[in-house]
């Protein structure tokens, strides 16, 4: 079975561009979530979704949105991009969104911000 | 409220020797414990967790950690390392609730000296 995919894997945007990144779950986990990692620190919670339904926001600006399709696959979304939004953006899937369940992670995707 | 500190940001050793990574948490509430390692330019695997059960908890790979409640701490430890063990690696905490983000302590980065 396919691990949690993503995509793009690494791609660059102006400050003031709008980006969307792309997430696929482990086929039957109904929950994903969306972590921020800067460089040099731990990951960030950013956005959690279960059965298409926001769970969770971490304490990020409206400028991230994110939502659940059908297929349980994500999209995150950051409008009017800043430098510091420049990081390492993982999704991670897990069958429920409670805490005693596993949550595997994607590769990440890897946005600079110029 | 629930935080993670990693007491070491970075934890140089000698091949085949000991090593402990420190991990101290604060919650109101119970709490699952996770380690996850990050090897470079990747996304973040589980390492080992504590859900119940032992306070003792193993990986494949010969990592240990101890869920000490009294100390609220969950240290991970290996008594010989190898090269292929250089990574971050990232202590985390998740609630006991139906949707419960993951709360990661900064990583201490582990370098292998030959």
């Known amino acids: 079975d396919a691990g949690v995919t993503q995509s793009p894997t690494h791609l660059i945007k102006t400050r003031g561009q709008h980006v969307t990144l792309r997430c696929s779950p482990i086929?039957?986990?109904?929950?994903v979530s969306w972590y921020q990692q800067v460089l040099g620190q731990g990951p960030q919670f950013i956005f959690q979704?279960?059965?298409?339904?926001?769970?969770g926001r971490g304490n990020f600006p409206d400028r991230f949105s994110a939502r659940q399709f059908p297929n349980y696959s994500s999209e995150l979304n950051v409008n009017a991009l800043l430098l510091g939004d420049s990081a390492l953006y993982l999704c991670?899937?897990?069958?429920?969104?409670?805490?005693?369940?596993?949550?595997?992670f994607g590769q990440g995707t890897r946005l600079t911000v110029v | 409220a629930q935080s993670v500190t990693q007491l070491d940001s970075q934890v140089p050793v000698f091949e085949e020797a000991p090593v402990e990574l420190r991990c101290n948490y604060s919650?109101?509430?119970?709490?699952?414990l996770f380690w996850y390692v990050q090897y470079p330019n990747q996304g973040l695997q589980l390492l080992l967790k504590?859900?119940?059960?032992?306070?003792l908890v193993e990986s494949i790979n010969g990592f240990e950690a101890e869920f000490n409640k009294s100390q609220t701490s969950f240290h991970l430890r290996k008594p010989s390392v190898h090269i292929s063990d250089t990574a971050e690696y990232f202590c985390?905490?998740?609630?006991?609730?139906?949707?419960?983000?993951?709360?990661f302590g900064s990583g201490t980065r582990l370098s292998i000296r030959p």
């Open positions: 991670a899937s897990s069958f429920a969104g409670s805490g005693n369940t596993e949550a595997f």
């Open positions: 086929s039957g986990h109904k929950s």
């Open positions: 979704y279960y059965e298409k339904e926001e769970r």
């Open positions: 504590y859900l119940s059960g032992s306070t």
């Open positions: 919650s109101s509430v119970s709490v699952y």
């Open positions: 985390a905490v998740r609630g006991d609730s139906s949707a419960s983000k993951i709360i």
